[in-house]
């Protein structure tokens, strides 16, 4: 009897380190987390106490089976089977902030080779200690999972309390529908694309010779096109707060799941994000229509009854499931253990937003649309060369094949407005949040900039603007835009002269780095 009980205690233990990555977003969630993931449902809770049932049952399984085999063989490997289990967390830790981070520095200091080589030898070094002391680690792997057992099964009683208070039904949370609006409207249209870290440099300035973006350098020839424009900060939590506002974010702090609490530049105390006036109530109280479709911020849950329609995505969400069938949730939890998890779930919400994008900048009906899509952000899910999904990319380039898909998306947005008749009438803004901040790892360079791209109703001639600024202006410019205030390129020109003629010293206290040399057209 004492037996069976370390045998269940070892595979509850185990079982739980597989499901690390799902307990993580559901109980073991940072304020953070539970701001940016979806609503968990009781469907969440309930399948991942049974995927806990599931993998206990087998690991109890196998480690009964082997202590009653006769063969030494089965019966050591059905003791090490549990020891897998602590993959999971090493691989959880590898993926945290302060590890890629590391790993980061890693590569620019002693490159790719460098890193591999250093791998190879950590790797041989535990094979050695392994066949040294593989004994001693089993028997120390027991105890952890044997002590381990009481506080998984802590946690375990918390997700039963969820089970039994969160709501059954699937949360709405990440769509507002759309609602009727029979009359098109003839005023001014914008469109506002952000491609979530798109870096100036490798799209424009010092682009690599076998990349190829032709729609962005199509909307680069019909354009205004800002060379060297800066972005407020480097996270898309303070960014995008900080561009819908047209107000400088310096910090944040989730308080809720659908509130984020910002402190602006010169401002000493934070306010809530949904109450601050914004690009949307303007346009809102001046009558017209808006719609957003984003990634990683949710935008829905914090605007709710703002705008005309919403959707959202969550970012690498492993409770994350469209559907509320039981079954579907369990099986997306056992998928997200896996390792290229993520990256299935980044082409998923690609493919999801970019529809919902077509359907929202085609529509006659709405004068104000923000896209933020989620690529060329990682992880990488694209192959350039066949122009196709993948998530096995292995390569130093590969925010290169992120950066043709976004080229793609651009190309995908344009068509639906050409055959909705309404790209010749809109206003379309491309910009990003924030540079590529990994850029070191692939050619040892960094830049502050971001793209910037004002394609104005009506024309299609190319306006090169070298001045520095900071597209926290978006807000201030798509407004003056939807007001009607100016409607030729070169009238934007001299408004950007104008705002940074008088505002200098503000821009330099944002952060701006010092004027870059003026590109060569």
């Known amino acids: 009897m004492k037996r069976e009980l370390k045998n269940l205690a070892l595979a509850f233990s185990s079982a739980n380190l597989c499901l690390l990555a799902v307990w993580r977003r559901l109980i073991l969630a940072t304020s953070t987390d539970k701001f940016l993931a979806r609503n968990h449902t009781s469907n969440d809770f309930l399948s991942i106490l049974l995927n806990v049932l599931l993998f206990t049952s087998l690991f109890w399984v196998v480690l009964a089976l082997g ?54 030898l950590a790797g041989l070094a535990l094979l050695g ?24 099964l802590i946690v375990a009683c918390t997700a039963v ?47 690599p010779p076998n990349l190829q973006l032709p729609e962005l350098d199509h909307l680069r020839r019909e354009s205004l096109y800002g060379s060297n424009v800066h972005s407020p900060g480097r996270e898309t939590l303070l960014c995008l707060p900080s561009l819908i506002t047209g107000k400088v974010a310096t910090r944040y702090k989730p308080v809720r799941s659908n509130e984020l609490m910002l402190t602006f530049k010169d ?78 779930d980044h082409v998923r919400e690609y493919q999801t937003l970019l529809e919902q994008a077509k359907q929202a900048v085609s529509d006659p009906t709405l004068n104000l649309v923000l896209v933020h899509l989620p690529v060329p952000h990682g992880p990488a899910i694209y192959e350039r060369k066949t122009g196709d999904f993948t ?47 990994r850029s070191r790892t692939y050619d040892r360079k960094a830049d502050p900039r971001v793209p910037f791209l004002l394609k104005m109703a009506g024309h299609n001639e190319s306006i090169a603007y070298d001045s520095a600024f900071n597209n926290i202006v978006t807000r201030d410019l798509l407004w003056a835009v939807l007001r009607g205030e100016f409607s030729d390129p070169n009238n934007l020109a001299v408004w950007l002269q104008e705002r940074d003629r008088v505002s200098t010293s503000k821009q330099a206290s944002v952060g701006l780095q010092p004027q870059l040399q003026r590109l060569e057209k």
Not at 129 to 152: K, M, T, V, Y
Not at 300 to 327: I, Y
Not at 328 to 340: D, E, F, K, Y
Not at 394 to 410: E, I
């Open 391 to 437: 998530v096995f990319a292995n390569r130093t380039d590969w925010y290169l094949d992120n950066l043709a898909l976004a080229d793609h998306a651009l190309g995908e947005l344009r068509r639906s407005m050409e055959s909705g008749r309404v790209w010749d009438r809109t206003t379309v803004l491309l910009t990003s949040d924030h540079p590529w901040r």
């Open 267 to 344: 401002e000493q105390q934070p306010v809530r994000w949904s109450t601050q006036p914004n690009l949307f109530t303007a346009a809102g109280e001046a009558g017209l229509s808006t719609a957003l479709v984003g990634w990683y911020l949710p935008y829905c849950r914090v605007f709710p009854g703002m705008l005309t329609s919403c959707s959202w995505e969550a970012f690498g969400d492993p409770a994350d499931e469209r559907t509320s069938t039981l079954s579907g949730t369990m099986l997306h939890q056992l998928l997200a253990i896996l390792p290229l998890s993520s990256r299935v």
């Open 161 to 207: 309390w969820h089970l039994f208070t969160t709501s059954t039904a699937v949360s709405a949370a990440g769509r507002i529908p759309g609602r009727s609006l029979k009359v098109e409207h003839t005023g001014p249209r914008v469109v506002w694309l952000v491609f979530d870290e798109m870096d100036q440099r490798l799209t424009f300035a010092q682009r």
């Open 67 to 120: 202590q009653r085999s006769k063969r030494r063989y089965v019966q050591t490997s059905s003791r090490w089977l549990p020891m897998y289990s602590f993959f999971f967390p090493v691989y959880l830790l590898s993926r945290s902030d302060p590890a890629l981070h590391l790993q980061n520095r890693l590569l620019v200091l002693v490159g790719r080779n460098g890193v591999i080589l250093a791998v190879l």
């Open 129 to 152: 200690a392994f066949w040294r002391w593989h004994l001693q680690l089993r028997r120390g792997a027991e105890i952890l999972l044997f002590f381990a057992a009481p506080l998984f």
